[in-house]
């Protein structure tokens, strides 16, 4: 066991972890911060990205100890002060970028990363940076319009209306 | 997992130490190594965590003109900072997906030695000389076969220096799934010749494809390479693809790598 403190979504955390806890597992079973989802545990899916210091990363494959001291963002975070949806999960709303939602989080943060890097990107950009994002329900159409219209692009012309 | 110990030294000489411990093993990024321990198919007693060594993180000019990279510098790192070798950064660029890239290691990735992984291309064809905590080991003396290295137990890698060639071109052949390579090549052109490395395709790992250096030396275009034929045998034979079809990438690889360089 070793003590480990962090920053989750602005709030300073420590506990006690063993040295094989992953930071999804910490997250989700120590924290209760239960939105970051665990789809394959194989750092395939993108199901539990989040932010360290401010990178997306995959939490199935880091472990909780090497946090220690980070600055880590999760889906619980994104939401603008006041509750309601932030810009880039308002517009998986209003441009139907889930079905199930079982993706979404990692999606969202994911999004998040990239335009912080990009603020505009190409409808490849987004493409590209979703490749390790997996969605069994949406066919990703919608995915990639949510993002850049979070980004303020029209999106009138992307397919699948 | 099996139960294990995890320190976080802040130097190399502290991580050398502690890696010294019976059934110690170095924990990069932890890309491959955490699935792997996941499977239990890897059970050290103690991971000594480099993530937090600042020596051994970034991306340098050294005076003889080498991109110097610190072993556990993350691909994403060497992807955005490695701009004075663009083939290079193009091929760290490459390497599975964003989330991957920012927490894969360029050593971690060596050490592994993958056959279908992308950066012992770039090592091989560059030329680069792997750095470790006790000596220095030429491109071309480290890897022995697939996940096969010349490193000894306990040491680690703590700088990678490429030299930087005039031209240079990473192909890659996506393998979709797993985003690795089904077939890579990287050519390098140099004052004093071309090098060619593949990865992804021999059952020997990576390798230096020496007719198609020796013809592009004397001629870089595709088409000194278009009339080359390497053999199947010994080339990985999958699901994914024979040997013959592997053997014909490289040599399609190799030309269009070419023709992205010059
Ligand atoms: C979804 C996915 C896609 C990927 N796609 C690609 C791809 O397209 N191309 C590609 O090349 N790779 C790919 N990878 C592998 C990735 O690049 C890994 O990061 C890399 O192979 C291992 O680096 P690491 O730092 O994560 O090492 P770790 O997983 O931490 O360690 C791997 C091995 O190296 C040893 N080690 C680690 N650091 C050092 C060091 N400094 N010195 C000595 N030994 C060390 C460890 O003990 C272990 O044996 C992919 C991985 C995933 C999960
Ligand atoms: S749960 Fe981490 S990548 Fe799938
Ligand atoms: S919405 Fe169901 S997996 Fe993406």
Known sequence: MAQVSMTVNGKTVSADVEGRTLLSEFLRSDLHLTGTHVGCDTSQCGACVVHVNGDAVKACTMFAAEADGADVGTIEGQANEDGTLNNIQQAFQDHHGLQCGFCTPGMVMSAAALLKDNPKPSEHDVRAYLEGNICRCTGYHNIVKAIMAASGQDVSSIAAE | ?262
């Open chain 2, 1 to 262: 997992m099996y139960e294990f110990d995890l320190t976080r030294p802040t130097t190399i000489a502290d991580a050398v130490a502690a890696l010294n411990e019976e059934d110690a093993q170095a924990l990069g990024g932890g890309q491959t190594l955490i699935p792997t321990m996941k499977q239990r198919l890897a059970m050290p007693s103690k991971l000594v965590s480099l993530g937090a060594i600042p020596e051994m993180k970034g991306v340098c000019m050294s005076d003889a003109g080498e991109v110097c990279i610190g072993g556990a510098t993350p691909h994403a790192v060497v992807s955005a900072e490695a701009t004075a070798f663009p083939g290079l950064a193009d091929l760290a660029g490459q390497i599975g997906d964003p989330a991957v890239r920012n927490r894969g290691t360029i050593g971690g990735s060596l050490a592994n030695n993958d056959p279908s992984a992308c950066y012992p291309a770039a090592a091989l064809a560059a030329g680069a000389t792997i750095v470790t905590n006790s000596r220095e080991i030429a491109a071309d003396d480290f890897f022995e076969g697939m996940f096969e290295t010349s490193l000894e137990e306990g040491e680690i890698i703590t700088e990678v220096r490429f030299p930087v060639p005039e031209v240079s071109h990473y192909e890659k052949f996506l393998q979709p799934a797993s985003r690795f390579a089904l077939v890579g090549v990287m050519v390098a052109k140099f004052a004093d010749g071309v090098r060619v490395a593949v990865t992804g395709a021999s059952e020997n790992g990576v390798f230096r494809w020496k007719e198609a250096e020796q013809a592009l030396s004397a001629n870089f275009s595709a088409d000194a390479v278009s009339d080359l034929a390497l053999s199947g045998d010994e080339m990985i034979s999958d699901l994914h693809g024979s040997g013959e079809y592997r053997a014909h990438l490289v040599n399609v690889m190799t030309g269009r790598a070419v023709k992205a360089a010059s």
